[in-house]
């Protein structure tokens, strides 16, 4: 059974450029969590979706990110016009529900650098 | 806001001590993981608590959630090197759905 899978591991963009990181949840679950990672910080939430719907998007800067969830394919986070701030490691979760007890299940992220 | 502190923030021990990790917060939490992460993985499931008091055991490893459920702790002992790594704990505030994390334990265990 696979488990979350990100792509891709390592992103190298120049400021100005866009990022696309991917995520595909776990067989059979339909939660999807982005959460983004900086150097001495903890995991931050940023956005959770459900098949086509942005359920909470509280934690994602207003201007630059969108994320979408099709019916079909993987979960998108798009960064338009990255810039230094912007380097950090992104890290999908999944889950079969939501909220409570429920576990969620973490990509190997993706490491995005903006030089 | 950073509702779940976690110490120490470092801690460097030799192989075959037993060593205690802690997860604060003045909120409640409906449950709480714990979580293990390497360098350039993502976080690792160890485990899950849901109810106030509860303890659960994973090999070396003892988990217990407070009984207020509003704090955690990480038991290991006779720690080896590969128990080495970031031990993060998170929660759901007893509303949402979004885990909110510590910012985690480096655990260096030394031969």
């Known amino acids: 059974n696979a488990g979350v899978m990100q792509n891709p591991r390592h992103l190298v963009r120049r400021r100005g450029q866009e990022a696309r990181l991917r995520c595909s949840p776990m067989?059979?679950?339909?939660?999807v969590y982005w959460y983004r990672q900086l150097p001495e910080e903890g995991l931050k939430f940023m956005v959770y979706?459900?098949?086509?719907?942005?359920?909470?998007e509280s934690g994602m800067p207003k201007e630059r990110f969108s994320a979408e969830f099709p019916k079909e394919g993987p979960s998108i986070l798009r960064i338009q016009q990255v810039v230094r701030g912007d380097s950090a490691a992104y890290f999908c979760?999944?889950?079969?529900?939501?909220?409570?007890?429920?576990?969620?299940?973490f990509g190997p992220g993706t490491r995005l650098l903006v030089l | 806001t950073q509702l779940l502190e976690q110490s120490p923030q470092f801690l460097s021990i030799q192989e075959g001590e037993n060593l205690t990790v802690y997860c604060n917060s003045s909120?409640?939490?409906?449950?709480l993981q714990w979580y293990r992460q390497e360098p350039g993985e993502g976080p690792v499931l160890l485990v899950t608590?849901?109810?106030?008091?509860e303890v659960k055991k994973l090999k070396r490893l003892t988990f217990q959630f407070g009984d207020a459920r509003k704090d955690s702790s990480l038991h290991i002992t006779a720690a080896q090197p590969g128990d080495t790594g970031l031990y993060l704990c998170?929660?759901?505030?007893?509303?949402?759905?979004?885990?909110?994390f510590g910012k985690g334990t480096s655990l260096l265990v030394t031969p």
């Open positions: 608590v849901v109810t106030g008091g």
């Open positions: 979706l459900q098949k086509e719907n942005i359920i909470d």
């Open positions: 909120s409640v939490f409906s449950s």
């Open positions: 979760a999944s889950s079969p529900g939501a909220g409570g007890a429920e576990t969620q299940y």
């Open positions: 998170a929660g759901y505030p007893n509303s949402g759905y979004a885990l909110n």
């Open positions: 067989k059979g679950h339909s939660h």
